[in-house]
């Protein structure tokens, strides 16, 4: 029981301070902004779109703000380890939470295990007078899985909302990261680091 409950504040600590970080989340989604950058881009006012991104913490649109700053040497690369660095937030705990929700059953199971061991080792040559304490064991063995069952229940729902709010994010980026892209924003360093023509 003393792991099961170490792993129960654990996973406590972690839905609370990842719920705080969603809530943060909702408060700074503007996806309205990120499709009026593209829109400033298409049109050649790329400082507009600038101007209005920088005032933004919407994880697409900072992506978009950090690959329109550093267009003058590799967009790509720039959109690439700027969504790279923004989607490491939104996964941060979620291994964490994956091992407690398949650690904490196991847990359980082996002190259920362990309990009824213990439990029938009471026998020894006086059958009739431990029944009650070997059912009172077993009963008491059997709270370690109910325990470990709850916590793991408990921790998946957190888990699966924070990876879902991960796909959302990461489909959102890649599809506004894409769509800068296509619209061609001229960066100088194609011509800069292009191959010289050989003399041949």
Known sequence: MWPLLIVSIVGLAVAIERGLFLLR?????E???AREMLLHVEAGETEEALKKGRR??????RVLVHGLVNRDRFLSAALLRSASEELESYSRWISTLD???????LLGL??????MVRAFGMLGGRELEASAAITGGIAEA??????????AILALVPLNVLNATFSKTKRRIEQAATELETLGVPYEST???SPTPSSN
């Open 25 to 29: 989340h909702l408060e700074t989604v």
């Open 31 to 33: 996806p309205h902004l």
């Open 56 to 61: 933004s913490q919407d994880p697409v649109v």
């Open 99 to 105: 091992t407690i929700v398949t650690l904490a059953p």
């Open 110 to 115: 082996l002190g259920t295990v362990t309990g």
């Open 142 to 151: 059997l709270i370690a899985t109910g325990f470990g069952l709850m916590i």
């Open 191 to 193: 011509l800069r680091f």
